[in-house]
């Protein structure tokens, strides 16, 4: 029986190939497969031969080439895309795969970036703490926001990554100390976290907004509904949808 990691891999691989098909020359990259997916163009009537076409032939699917794995399998990890076009790929774990969160194997602080241009893996600056999951977003500015995933409680706690410099800083606390808010960036660069799991456990209705620019936090208005682990995305009008999460110990409630 193939493990949990390996049933999500073969979803992503299926909708990485379902989206190639709706976008020509659409190109995707997963680290857990190490794999990327180029879309072609459907034959032309003249060029497709009286045989039985292939369903890649017939409908224009694209093809899987195989690129090289990253130094590490990045488990519940997090793949971002940085403005300069590269993909850094960082965190994973959880208790089951690590153990003592205070003694970690020195493999899930590791950092990894893919270069679509040359289809290759470089290793990146070690993070300074473990990432288990965390919500992150990408600057304008080549750098990369990532709010603390702690194992154990709520820090609220913000690390920096900075590509151009391939370094981790720390960034300001947030107000509210919450794991799993929902992130998107904002038309002027700076980024809002929505909802999480507070330090007693229990969805959060907190809203604040990060200044990059300034390193500062600023309160916002409340969710309706408190909820953790929510889905957001930055809208064309400026707006962020926060969609779903869990908004109850035992439950979940829709946006």
């Known amino acids: 029986m193939r493990s949990p990691t390996g049933r999500a891999r073969s979803l ?3 909708v990485l190939l379902c989206l ?6 659409a190109s995707a990259a997963s680290s857990a497969g190490a794999s990327s997916v180029t879309a072609s163009p459907p034959p032309s009537p003249s060029t497709i031969p009286s045989a039985s076409p292939t369903p890649s032939a017939a409908t224009g699917l694209g093809s899987w080439t195989q690129v090289p794995a990253p130094s590490w399998r990045h488990p519940l990890g997090r793949l971002v895309r ?19 969160p205070n003694h970690p194997n020195r493999q899930f602080l ?15 600056a070690w993070q300074p703490a473990l990432a288990f999951d965390p919500p992150a977003v990408a600057l304008p500015d ?3 926001l990532v709010l603390d ?4 409680g709520a820090k609220g706690s913000v690390r920096l990554y900075d590509a151009k410099r391939d370094r981790w800083t720390t960034g300001r606390t947030m107000h509210t100390p919450r794991n799993l808010a929902a992130v998107g960036l904002l038309p002027n660069g700076k980024v ?6 507070s330090s007693n456990g229990h969805p959060s209705n907190a809203v604040e907004v990060y200044d990059p620019a300034h390193d500062t936090w600023s309160r916002a ?11 957001a995305i930055s809208l064309a009008d400026g707006r962020v949808l926060v969609v779903g999460g869990i908004g109850q110990m035992h439950g979940s409630k829709p946006a």
């Open 12 to 14: 992503i691989a299926c």
């Open 20 to 25: 190639a098909s709706a976008t020509p020359g």
């Open 82 to 100: 940085l403005a300069d076009g590269r993909v850094l790929a960082f965190g994973g774990g959880s208790t089951v795969f690590i153990g003592d």
């Open 110 to 124: 590791a950092t990894d970036l893919f270069d679509p241009a040359t289809g290759r893996w470089k290793k990146g």
């Open 142 to 144: 080549d750098r990369v």
């Open 149 to 152: 995933m702690a194992l154990r």
């Open 192 to 197: 809002l976290a929505a909802g999480g799991y």
């Open 221 to 231: 208005p409340k969710l309706h509904t408190a909820r953790s682990a929510a889905s």
